[in-house]
C-alpha cells in the first residue's frame, strides 16, 4: 500500500521528539482519524533552525511528520508557510487516496507552530490553510 520512501520515513523518521524551550509549538489533530500532531520549532533570525515532531497516529502521519520537518528545516518563516499539504504528500513520492488526509496534518501542524511564535512576538497573523477544500459536504 505505501511506497518505500513512506515507509523508510516510518521506519526511520526524521526529527523525532521534542525541543526544550521551542520558539513555536503547534499541535493539531484530526478528529475522525484520531491523529495527533505536535511540532516544536527553534527559530533564529527567520529561518527554521532546528524542528521536532511527536505524532500520534498511523504510519502515513508518522511519515509525513517526519518529511515535512525535512522539507522545512533552514526555511525562513515565509517560505516554510508556503509548503503545503501537497507538497509533502508529493515528497513522499504520493499517498494512497484514502491516507491524504493524513498528510492535510503535516503541513498544518507547521503552520501553527509558526503563528504560535508569531503570537509570542507581539504580531498577529492569519494563516490560511487549505483543509476546509477537503472537508467533506455537511459539515
Known amino acids: 500500500m505505501y511506497n518505500e520512501k513512506v515507509m523508510d520515513h516510518f521506519f526511520n523518521p526524521r ?10 509549538v503547534g499541535q493539531v489533530g484530526n478528529p475522525v482519524c484520531g491523529d495527533m500532531m505536535r511540532i516544536t520549532l527553534r527559530i533564529k533570525d ?16 508518522i511519515a509525513t511528520s517526519s518529511m515535512v520537518t525535512e522539507l522545512v528545516k533552514g526555511l525562513t518563516l515565509e517560505e516554510a508557510l ?15 487516496p484514502q491516507k491524504l488526509h493524513c498528510s492535510n496534518l503535516a503541513a498544518e501542524a507547521v ?29
Open 82 to 96: 508556503e509548503v503545503s499539504n501537497k507538497q509533502v504528500a508529493e515528497s513522499l513520492g504520493g499517498l494512497p
Open 111 to 139: 503552520h501553527a507552530a509558526i503563528q504560535d511564535y508569531y503570537k509570542k512576538q507581539g504580531i498577529d497573523i492569519e494563516i490560511k490553510t487549505e483543509e476546509h477544500e477537503h472537508q467533506e459536504h455537511g459539515h
Open 46 to 61: 527567520n529561518r527554521i533552525e532546528d524542528i521536532k515532531f511527536r505524532t500520534f497516529g498511523c504510519g502515513a502521519a
Open 15 to 24: 526529527n523525532v521528539g521534542e525541543l526544550e524551550n521551542p520558539d513555536g
